[in-house]
């Protein structure tokens, strides 16, 4: 089956008009350009493998595999023949891996790395002189939580993540004597940016990790002599407790990157101290990766402050009721439901975030809440309304509400409060989540049974009051 017609980039871009469109080569050709030799011959063997399978340019190729090569090979393998790479988190229930799926009707669907070897040799190789990917082709569809509770397919073209990656390489100052340690899922942004594009754009080395673990991942640095880290706080706050580290052992790395929940202007100077690297705030979203984040020879105090100042030719606005709007030629080109693209998007070509931002007299941009009804844990996006959902449907439960609450490793927790026709407890909440196939980091993590939620004077529940609750346990 082929992705639905109004997935087709001409259609999305309906929707959205970025501004500055680069007019670049594919994503393809960028990244052939530095793949050494057994890379390229396996790239080739996948794709040609694909197409045996009868994959050709704007199917859909979806995946649930762990951080490991071959979902790199994936990725590569799709934009040689211009299918659309559709990966979901290895850690993902399959209730929610099975609705994310069923929105772009793959043609192949692979569950295990075993599944990625056993098409090398399936068909002839595809080398770049018979790539079919184009800049305009659909690259990737990646799924993020929306605050209504229904996940959404955001959909980049190569083109665009082509001239992310080569501006975000500059940006980072990255050369081919760098090395990348990223245990973050290859199925996020994060991961697909800086686990596979910058280092194919670089020629540098990554090194995946298919669980976090500090102690094992102190020795990956020292090892391998990391010199670039970029993730939510918890990898950083962890590390730093973690009963092997030391300065000594981390002294490779000479640039930390931190977006999402959590980073503070106290967070980068602990890290700047204990890893004695350059440490900055960045920006950005499934929808528009990477927008803000300081640059080399930038006051130290606005990287520690701020979360940065445009990269490119990205424009910021601030739009409705504090708003954060954004307009560039690394934004996606829509969801693959277009009812969320009009909702999400505003006349020019604006994409509104969901954020609430001030903007300083010099560019500098700092997020300061958020309008999107979400929590943010470890830099996983959980939508309140789904988890909401899922815990309203038990039988038991007459009414629930769904809040974060903060946390010095995570950056924010779930925390759910119920009103119940008898006991209802955390064990009990944990029980129907697995029993429904719901992913194990939505589940909440506190569990408060009350007589009655806190309303406001409309009616509706008093979600301020309740994460004050949630915070003092």
């Not at 992705?3 to 469109?21: C, F, I, S, V, W």
């Not at 399978?53 to 762990?66: E, I, K, P, S």
């Not at 399959?94 to 692979?110: F, G, S």
């Not at 909401?388 to 809040?403: F, M």
């Amino acid at each position: 089956m082929a992705l639905k017609a109004t997935l087709r980039p001409t259609r999305a871009a309906h929707y959205l008009a970025p501004g500055g469109a680069w007019d670049g080569p594919s994503l393809d050709a960028v990244l052939a350009a530095q793949t050494p030799g057994p890379v390229a011959e396996q790239v080739a063997a996948t794709a040609g493998g694909l197409r045996a399978r009868g994959v050709r340019r704007g199917d859909a190729v979806g995946w649930q595999v762990r951080n490991v090569q071959q979902a790199v090979l994936l990725y590569r393998a799709c934009w040689r023949l211009g299918a659309v790479a559709v990966p979901v988190h290895h850690g993902m229930g399959t209730t929610d891996a099975a609705a994310a799926l069923a929105q772009v009707e793959p043609r192949v669907v692979l569950t295990e790395p075993e599944d990625v070897d056993g098409l090398i040799g399936e068909g002839a190789p595809v080398t770049p002189t018979q790539s079919a990917g184009r800049p305009s082709d659909l690259a990737a569809a990646l799924f993020t939580s929306g605050s209504t509770g229904t996940p959404k397919a955001v959909l980049h073209t190569q083109r665009g993540l082509a001239y992310k990656a080569q501006l975000m390489r500059d940006v980072h100052a990255l050369t081919n004597d760098d090395a990348v340690l990223m245990p973050a899922p290859l199925a996020h942004i994060s991961g697909l940016l800086n686990g596979v594009l910058l280092p194919g754009v670089a020629g540098m080395r990554t090194v995946l990790m298919e669980k976090w673990d500090p102690e094992e991942a102190l020795r990956i640095i020292a090892d391998e002599r990391i010199t670039f880290m970029i993730g939510p706080p918890t990898f950083f706050v962890t590390l730093m407790a973690a009963s092997g580290f030391s300065s000594e052992r981390v002294r490779s790395i000479r640039l930390i990157s931190s977006g999402g929940a959590g980073v503070t202007p106290a967070f980068v100077d602990q890290a700047r101290e204990a890893f004695g690297a350059t440490v900055k705030r960045t920006y950005g979203s499934t929808e528009a990766p990477t927008v803000t984040t300081s640059h080399a020879g930038d006051p130290l105090d606005r990287a520690r402050d701020t979360d940065g100042r445009p990269t490119g030719e990205v424009e910021l606005r601030i739009g409705d009721a504090g708003e954060l709007w954004v307009r560039g030629p690394e934004l996606f080109v829509g969801y693959a439901d277009p009812l969320q693209t009009r909702a999400a998007h505003a006349r020019g070509g604006w994409f509104k975030t969901g954020d609430l931002a001030t903007i300083d007299d010099d560019g500098w941009l700092t997020v300061v809440g958020r309008i999107k009804d979400v929590v943010i844990r470890g830099g996983e996006n959980i939508s309140v309304a789904e988890v909401e959902g899922v815990l309203e449907a038990h039988p038991a439960v007459r009414q629930a509400v769904v809040v974060g609450y903060p946390d010095d490793v995570l950056g924010e927790r779930v925390a759910a409060f119920v009103v119940a026709d008898g006991a209802f407890d955390l064990e009990a909440t944990r029980t129907w989540f697995a029993e429904r196939g719901v992913t194990k980091f939505k589940t909440p993590e506190r569990v408060l049974q009350l007589d009655a939620l806190p309303t406001l004077a409309a009616g509706k529940p008093d979600r301020v009051a309740l994460r004050e609750l949630a915070r003092r346990g």
